[in-house]
């Protein structure tokens, strides 16, 4: 009972400090003029991925390498099926075209690299640095673009005044780091005491758990009508979750775990983020069905994955 109540409070703990450190962080960086979906694809996919990074490095440095993995695995997985199908169906939107040119190639991209370094069961802090390398060029160079983009005057105006905003990205933080520790040690508690292997758990409960952020801010802004920032926090996250999460994590501390064990999680991964592309080419936005289709492909991955075990 207490594992289940440090488990409650710590996601609570991380879904109200995420939301704290996204609106501080959105805030902030409409200050610099950045585009609506260039935030959605860095400040708010790095905010809302903040507990899947605390998470799994607190995962790694515990000695729970497969939560680790099975986490960001499972959230991005969780984020382009279920979170993505159920904001479309909810708020059909419209597709950028950089989200299908550039920045859908690079998520492809950042999995296939992660699935090609993690084949021989390792990820070594020299890989882990590569990865949070190429994660800095890619915002680098987003926010460059941006900028020197027409259309950036079309930028909202910030709300909140600058010590404001500040002070909730900071508090958000601290919030996350807390939730981030409550929320695995209860989670690895709760595995043991049931005979959960730490690999569902993490692609599981874990996973959904710490995407909760992205879905709440997805359907807020779908609801606010502002679809390049929901799709740009999911595609953004799963590139953030990749390269810069366990790119963070392997260099702080390197990541063990079998490979073969997560084939069909690896493979889920892939397949749906292969699915995206073709969902985002027919017309000029994502509707319903498109969204049902992304749904259901979400619940055949969870079938799968409970009668592995």
């Not at 809302?48 to 607190?58: F, K, R, Y």
């Not at 699935?115 to 800095?136: N, P, R, T």
């Not at 909140?160 to 958000?172: E, V």
Request: hydrophobic letters at 60%; one cysteine or more; glycine letters at 10%.
């Amino acid at each position: 009972m207490m594992d289940l109540l440090i488990t409650l409070v710590g996601f609570v703990t991380l879904v109200a400090g995420a939301e704290l450190m996204v609106r501080g962080a959105v805030d902030l960086a409409l200050r610099a003029r950045i585009s609506p979906l260039v935030i959605g694809l860095t400040v708010v996919s790095m905010g809302t991925s903040a507990p899947e990074l605390l998470v799994s490095l607190v995962s790694a440095v515990h000695g729970n390498s497969a939560i680790s993995i099975g986490n960001v695995v499972g959230s991005n997985i969780v984020n382009i099926s279920f979170i993505l199908g159920v904001s479309i169906l909810v708020f059909p939107i419209e597709v950028d075209r950089d989200a299908r040119r550039i920045h859908w190639p690079v998520m492809m991209g950042a999995s296939l690299l992660f699935w090609w370094l993690f084949m021989d069961d390792l990820i070594a802090a020299w890989e882990g640095l590569l990865m949070l390398g190429l994660m800095v060029v890619y915002v680098w160079w987003m926010v460059w673009s941006s900028r020197r983009s027409t259309g950036v005057d079309a930028v909202a105006a910030p709300k909140l005044a600058w010590w404001k905003a500040a002070a909730l990205l900071a508090f958000g933080i601290l919030c996350l780091t807390f939730g981030a520790d409550w929320f695995v040690a209860g989670g690895v508690a709760i595995a043991a005491a049931a005979g959960v292997s730490e690999q569902l758990i993490g692609v599981t409960i874990v996973a959904v758990g710490t995407s909760m952020p992205e879905l709440i801010t997805s359907m807020v802004a779908a609801f606010r009508k502002q679809p390049d920032i929901s799709l740009g926090n999911l595609i953004g996250s799963n590139v953030f979750n990749l390269l810069g999460i366990l790119g963070v994590t392997a260099a702080v501390h390197p990541i063990a775990s079998d490979h073969a064990a997560f084939r069909i999680d690896l493979m889920a991964m892939a397949l749906v983020a292969v699915l995206l592309y073709p969902l985002m080419r027919f017309g000029s936005r994502m509707g319903r069905w498109q969204g049902a289709v992304l749904v259901v492909a979400y619940a055949a991955y969870m079938v799968l994955v409970l009668k592995r075990g």
